[in-house]
């Protein structure tokens, strides 16, 4: 016998346009990643008082790829969704395309959002590993600020890229008003 849960059906959204929904997206993206990114590296940062890029148990890199791969996979496949939900609903005046593969889309895009960004933030903290002298120790909590607006600007990014790649399978929605 199997048990067969149906998930609950979405929330019903207001009405809306896609600028200020995706406006109230990102408020609610950015101030809980930044908070919570430079929260975590402050609090490992300052075991040590300084920093290195690669190197020792609390480093730069230890806690900036991993946000910087899957930050964008998360925001990604989260805002195509809340998009689509959207649409469907008519909470927003697009509408997707019915033959949209949905869960193809947020998954291409996801991993080469990861991928792409994991790939950038590894070539930055190299390029600066090797500009600056190996002995160079760096200040905990510049760095920890550092990590929380490099959470802040992923999730703007995030937040507006997928849905201008979404864009492309969307349409503005004609409501007909017939009087008689």
Known sequence: MKLKF???????L?????KRFLI???????????????I???????ELGYTHFFSGTQN????TLPMAIFLPV???????????????????EFTVDNQLN???LMTKLSIVHGVITGLLVLCVLMIAQFS?????KLDATAMAVLVGILAGILSVIFVYLPVWRLRRWMWRSNEVVVTD
């Open 6 to 12: 149906k998930p609950a059906p979405p929330k019903l």
């Open 14 to 18: 207001k009405k809306t346009t896609l």
């Open 24 to 38: 109230k997206r990102t408020i609610y993206y950015v101030l809980p990643n930044v908070f919570f990114n430079f």
């Open 40 to 46: 975590i590296a402050y609090a490992s940062f300052q």
């Open 60 to 63: 730069l890199a230890r806690l």
């Open 74 to 92: 998360v925001l990604t496949i989260d805002i195509i969704n809340r998009v689509i939900i959207a649409s469907e609903q008519g909470a927003i």
């Open 102 to 104: 949905k869960k193809k």
């Open 132 to 136: 600056l002298s190996k002995y160079y």
